[in-house]
């Protein structure tokens, strides 16, 4: 079965920046949409970025639109997200989410397999 393993969270200050990533094992990911999500304490899990089977299209939640970029690298079985200019409400658990059903786009709908997630702390 598919497995996906996040890294790169931490703490960092207002402003810093962080680039998490998300590497999956046994299965290729060039077959999937990857999508992270984010959940803060006492919201709802959000869609915050995602990215095509390809890499051909992306879509990013509008709080999040200048400062993170998502990308691929298919040959190493990696996705990753680069988080600038970061703010305390972007303190959440982000998950990375892979889904087989999407063709040419991605979006924020359903996604088959989840990480377990990684911590990101933004404060002062």
């Known amino acids: 079965q598919l497995q996906l393993v996040e890294s790169g969270g931490g703490l960092v200050q207002p402003g810093g920046s962080l680039r998490l990533s998300c590497a999956a094992s046994?299965?290729?990911?060039?077959?999937?949409?990857i999508g992270w999500f984010r959940q803060a304490p006492g919201k709802e899990r959000e869609g915050v970025s995602c990215?095509?089977?390809?890499?051909?299209?992306?879509k990013d939640a509008d709080s999040v639109k200048g400062r993170f970029t998502i990308s691929r690298d298919n040959a190493k079985n990696t996705v990753y997200l680069q988080m600038n200019s970061l703010k305390p409400e972007d303190t959440a658990v982000y998950y990375c989410?892979?889904?087989?059903?999407?063709?040419?786009?991605?979006?924020?709908?359903?996604?088959?397999?989840w990480g377990q997630g990684t911590q990101v702390t933004v404060s002062s």
């Open positions: 990215i095509s089977r390809s890499g051909g299209s992306t």
């Open positions: 989410a892979a889904d087989s059903g999407y063709g040419g786009s991605c979006d924020f709908g359903e996604y088959d397999y």
């Open positions: 046994r299965f290729i990911l060039g077959y999937y949409a």
